[in-house]
């Protein structure tokens, strides 16, 4: 018996550490005082974060820029410690709703989202529909460098964006739109949709070169709601598809419906032209919220559901809405699938696999008791961030949160080896919330992952390296001005030019194949780095 609670004590300690095993380094407030809505955050190789989503507020609070219209794209760029680099504001008349935002081989950054604006201020294109697809290319420095307005003659949605190996993009997103009518009288229309609408919305799927044009498109439907959420190219140059459809077989959905809603996932080649398609779901309504590949080729999916254990939903929910993970083979047969179960409510919007293999899961969460922690809030959401292993096993699990509503849209490894949650908070300052600036800000929290020694930043660093052809010299440490050289292995000077920021575009596509050295000189120090060029 002495031996049993011995264990049973070791057991329950050891569960307590590990559901505990995070410290809030930091939280960081920014907004105006209207509503500001955080719909995406990426890291950037500056060991920094790049935010994105929708402003409504003017200048005000840490909001540098007036509102344009109704809702605005608004962007943040920011260091480490969550310290402001740039910000920027692009905005029509009407309402615009950032949504996506990803880095680019050049070091600059892609912006996708939805508009209903006609031409004024930052928009440069009618709107077409109803709403349009509003895509915009910033440089490293947050810079236009161009936008594309891309739509039919109704609604478009567009949620998910992903640059390809050949330097160009992959939209992925829902119309409701039919053929463009000049299209369909054989005419030219540059930006228009050359399909037929299948049912009520439909994927579609927008292929564009390096400056943005079309290369092909791809529409796919049943006869009812198909709404494709995530997108991402896979390691064979083709695609795979994440959405929800409630749609039976029908058009081009070729499987039963579940339930009210289910997983509609399709795998598309390198031209678009489907591979295959599978549908999950069980009896009642499951929501799909992301989608991606995985190391082992597979493909790993998260979503929400309120099925019981029905159709290919083989885990039951606990009680209401419950996070429902899926893993998928290469070819989208299930290998395990669990439910997760936080509280009254669990809404998943992030899912993604880290490098050993593990994967982060972040949503929020209704609840009375989150964890081991006791909410204050009665049927008020918080964030929640829960890590399992590589078969779907739970980790840990924690919770952050204010006395508000707190909705968290992305959680996302930090190079150093912490992690990164970020969202949109209505809470007042109160738990761990420390600040407010409106009614609703970007809230972003900076965890310490206490059982994973910090990484060391490096002082010059290229990153990708080789170089593809572009690569980007992040300097890690601050500095005011300097210059950059590149040298061949022979030491002749091939270019230099003046520095201000801490990340540098370098493109190497006129110099042939062979090794380069970058040597970045600046009024607090001086270092250098070995850059691989390869073929173009």
Known sequence: MLIRCFLLTQSLFLFCTTMQAQDVL??????????????????????????????????????????????????????????????????????????????????????????????????????????????????????????????????????????TTDGGYILGGSSASDISPIIAKGGNDKYGKSEVNRGNMDYWVVKLDERGEIKWQKTFGGIYSDVLESIEQTKDGGYILGGSSNSPSSQDKANESYGAGDYWIIKLDKDGTVEWQKTLGGEHDDHLSCISQTKDDGYIIGGNSISSSSGNKSKPNSKGTDFWVVKLDNMGDIQWQETYNTGSVDILTSLIENNDGTFLIGGYAQSEVIGLKKNDKKEINDYIALKISAEGQEIWKETVGSKGEDILKKLIETRDRGYLLAGTSQGEISRDRNSSKGSNDFWVVKLKDKAKKEKRKTLLEAIPNPAKPFTNIIVGFDFTSGTLSLFDLSGRQLQTFEVDSRTIPLDLGAYPEGIYVVEVRTDKGTDSVKVMKGKN
């Open 26 to 163: 930091w939280e960081k407030s920014y907004g105006g005082k209207h509503a500001d809505y955080l719909f995406d955050v990426e890291p950037t190789a500056d060991y920094g974060f790049i935010l994105a989503g929708s402003s409504l507020s003017e200048k005000s609070g840490n909001k540098t820029s007036d509102n344009q219209g109704d809702l605005d794209y608004w962007v943040w760029k920011m260091d480490e410690q969550g310290e402001l680099n740039w910000q920027k504001s692009f905005g029509g008349p009407g309402a615009d709703m950032l949504y996506s935002i990803r880095n680019t081989i050049d070091g600059g950054f892609i912006l996708a989202g939805t508009s209903d604006s006609g031409i004024g201020l930052h928009k440069k294109d009618s709107c077409r529909g109803r709403e349009d697809f509003w895509i915009i290319k910033l440089n490293a420095k947050g810079h236009e460098e161009w936008q594309k307005t891309i739509g039919g003659i109704g609604q478009e949605l567009l949620k998910s964006i992903a640059q």
